[in-house]
T-cell receptor
């Protein structure tokens, strides 16, 4: 009964490819997020959705497109992958101001 | 804008040593303050929080007090264990939708 789950856990791909990461939460939360963590552990918010509506978009390249089919899911699609996209991507959800994080997806672009 | 500055690591300690990680913040309004911990290979977990001035958050032997006068929320533990080795993030939230994180401090505890 994982609270926030992400798939896949690891993703290795070539530059120029398109890939998706999926996220699901079973906490009944209204708000979900995507974060990017770089190799120095710096954590940066990318997107936030509340009840399937986009509320935060932190100047992320438009190659990144989040999609929220329902309140429990927030997927991240990335087009034309670049070397600099290599990172760990975390999904999170929240109710009020406490966030719960998924285990992360390590994306490696070769 | 809102921001968090925390002490740079890495920090290496022996078991049973005292740990302090400094965190200061800049915020418009009255933020809630958090410490998150990331164990190797895992996502972040909430360690403790405080929502108003002078509140003390505590969990697993860790404590932090919300000091409005010094805009600080320093994390402390009196006697660390090897299992406390992790990356620690200080964070603040003004709204319900956005956390601003510090850069993270890597702590390694040696037996």
């Amino acid at each position: 009964d994982t609270a926030v789950s992400q798939t896949p856990k690891y993703l290795v791909t070539q530059m120029g490819n398109d890939k998706s990461i999926k996220c699901e939460q079973n906490l009944g939360h209204d708000t979900m997020y995507w974060y990017k963590q770089d190799s120095k552990k710096f954590l940066k918010i990318m997107f936030s959705y509340n009840n399937k509506e986009l509320i935060i978009n932190e100047t992320v390249p438009n190659r990144f497109s989040p999609k929220s089919p329902d309140k429990a899911h927030l997927n991240l699609h990335i087009n034309s992958l670049e070397l600099g996209d290599s990172a760990v991507y975390f999904c999170a959800s929240s109710q009020l101001n406490e966030q719960f994080f998924g285990p992360g997806t390590r994306l490696t672009v070769l | 804008g809102n921001s968090v500055t925390q002490m740079e690591g890495p920090v290496t300690l022996s078991e049973e040593a005292f740990l302090t990680i400094n965190c200061t913040y800049t915020a418009t309004g009255y933020p809630s303050l958090f410490w998150y911990v990331q164990y190797p290979g895992e996502g972040l977990q909430l360690l403790l929080k405080a929502t108003k001035a002078d509140d003390k958050g505590s969990n697993k032997g860790f404590e932090a007090t919300y000091r409005k006068e010094t805009t600080s929320f320093h994390l402390e533990k009196g006697s660390v264990q090897v299992s406390d080795s992790a990356v620690y993030f200080c964070a603040l939230s003004i709204s319900d939708y956005k956390l601003s994180f510090g850069a993270g401090t890597t702590v390694t505890v040696r037996a």
